[in-house]
């Protein structure tokens, strides 16, 4: 069974310029999550879908970031403009409806904005 | 604002040495996970615990939950070189939601 499918690994881009990341969640799973991780720290949940649907998006800063998930599959983070603090490492996760609550994790996006 | 204390936050130990990395949180939560995270990759969960009092065994990594749900702790016997990474502990934010939170995280680098 194929993991979780995040892309691209690395991204390096000038302030101000607009980035998208991508997620594939194992197939059937029904939740997704976006998470920020700066280097030796835990994550920070940004957004939860359950399905299609955003059910916690109260860390997303909407300013800048947004987030979809359409046909409740793939989901796609995006920042515009970029600053220089949104230099991290995004994670993306999924969790079965019917599982004990493991979440399965990418292997994450490198974002570097110079 | 994490909720999930973590310490220490870096531990360089020798191999063959034990250690305890501790979670701890002023909140009840109605279960904690323990993750593992090395470099370039996603976290992988070791365990979940969810009984208050609760101890379970994974080779020779032992977890804890407390009595009141509110701390957890990992502990390794005889460490190695293949346990360096990133420990973090996970909650669900709310109690019956699968809203879940990390903690702080515990770098270990364990030298040969």
Request: with cysteine.
């Amino acid at each position: 069974e194929a993991g979780v499918v995040q892309s691209p690994r690395y991204k390096i881009i000038e302030k101000k310029q607009p980035v998208a990341f991508w997620c594939n969640p194992i197939s059937g799973h029904n939740t997704l999550y976006w998470y920020l991780q700066n280097l030796g720290q835990g994550p920070e949940l940004l957004i939860r879908y359950e399905n299609e649907e955003a059910v916690d998006d109260s860390q997303l800063p909407k300013d800048r970031f947004s987030a979809e998930r359409l046909k409740g599959v793939d989901s796609t983070l995006k920042i515009q403009p970029a600053e220089l603090g949104d230099s991290a490492v995004y994670l993306c996760a999924s969790r079965a409806t019917s599982s004990t609550g493991e979440l399965f994790f990418g292997e994450g996006s490198r974002l570097t904005v110079l | 604002t994490q909720l999930l204390e973590q310490s220490p936050q870096f531990l360089s130990i020798q191999e063959g040495e034990n250690l305890t990395v501790y979670c701890n949180s002023s909140s009840v939560f109605s279960s904690l996970q323990w993750y593992r995270q090395e470099p370039g990759e996603g976290p992988v969960l070791l365990v979940t615990v969810v009984t208050g009092g609760e101890v379970k065994k994974l080779k020779k990594l032992t977890f804890q939950f407390g009595d009141a749900r509110k701390d957890s702790s990992l502990h390794i016997t005889a460490a190695q070189p293949g346990d360096t990474g990133l420990y973090l502990c996970a909650g669900p934010f709310t109690s019956g939601t699968y809203k879940y939170i990390f903690g702080t995280g515990t770098r270990l680098k364990v030298l040969a």
